[in-house]
C-alpha cells in the first residue's frame, strides 16, 4: 500500500512559479513510477509528467514541455514538480499518481493517487 499526499498548491500570478511536492508513505515507494495529472473545471483529467522508478527517465506533457520540471528522492520517499513560467490555463487540481510501470502510470492507470492540490494562476 501507498498513500500520496500532495502539498504546495496556490495561488499565483501568470509568470510565476509554484512548487508542488508528494509525499508518500510505504516502503515500496522506490520501486513505484510516479506521475502527476490535472483537472481544470469540466474537463477531464490529463497526463503532466512522469518519472521512472530510478528518477533517470522523465516524461512531459507537451504542454509543459521547458516549464515543469519533475522529480523525486526516494531516500525522502517525495516526489516534486517544480512549475515555472504559469499559465493561467495551467490553473487546476494536480494530483500525485504512483505505478507499477511508467506506462501505467502515463495512461491514468496507475494504482495510487493523492486527493489533490489546487493551483490558481491569475492573468
Known amino acids: 500500500q501507498v498513500q500520496l499526499v500532495e502539498s504546495g498548491g496556490g495561488l499565483v500570478q501568470a509568470g510565476g512559479s509554484l512548487r508542488l511536492s508528494c509525499a508518500a508513505s510505504?516502503?515500496?515507494?522506490?520501486?513505484?513510477?510516479m506521475g502527476w495529472f490535472r483537472q481544470a473545471p469540466g474537463k477531464e483529467r490529463e497526463f503532466v509528467a512522469a518519472?521512472?522508478?530510478?528518477?533517470?527517465?522523465?516524461y512531459y506533457a507537451d504542454s509543459v514541455k521547458g516549464r515543469f520540471t519533475i522529480s523525486r528522492d526516494n531516500a525522502k520517499n517525495t516526489v516534486n514538480l517544480q512549475m515555472n513560467s504559469l499559465k493561467p490555463e495551467d490553473t487546476a487540481v494536480y494530483y500525485c499518481?504512483?505505478?507499477?510501470?511508467?506506462?501505467?502510470?502515463?495512461?491514468?492507470?496507475?494504482?495510487?493517487w493523492g486527493q489533490g492540490t489546487q493551483v490558481t494562476v491569475s492573468s
Open positions: 518519472i521512472a522508478w530510478s528518477g533517470g527517465t522523465r
Open positions: 510505504g516502503r515500496t515507494f522506490s520501486s513505484y513510477a
Open positions: 499518481a504512483a505505478g507499477v510501470s511508467r506506462a501505467a502510470v502515463i495512461s491514468g492507470t496507475g494504482d495510487y
